[in-house]
């Protein structure tokens, strides 16, 4: 009973997260600078007035100003480039 119970809650927290999972499309102006390669993007989760340690979210280097994050949860965010 108790393996039921604890797979049934595990289960709930699963869906629930998929369920509050967003997207968040973030967009900005180019850099100027001619010399520059590309754009890494950084996350931070927000409490309060406290951010967390910074993460880098992109594998390599991109050019676009548009970024996508895709399944986040119901916290605050923060980004930097």
């Not at 595990?10 to 754009?39: C, H, M, Q, R």
Request: charge should be negative.
């Amino acid at each position: 009973m108790k393996t039921l119970l604890f797979t049934l809650v595990i289960f709930l927290l699963f869906t629930l997260s998929i369920v509050f999972a967003a997207d968040v499309t973030l967009e900005w102006d180019p850099n100027p600078a001619t010399d520059l390669a590309g754009y890494h993007l950084y996350q931070a989760a927000r409490i309060g007035d406290k951010t967390s340690a910074w993460s880098r979210i992109t594998q390599d280097l991109f050019t676009n100003t548009v970024f996508v994050v895709t399944g986040l949860d119901d916290n605050n965010y923060a980004w930097s480039l």
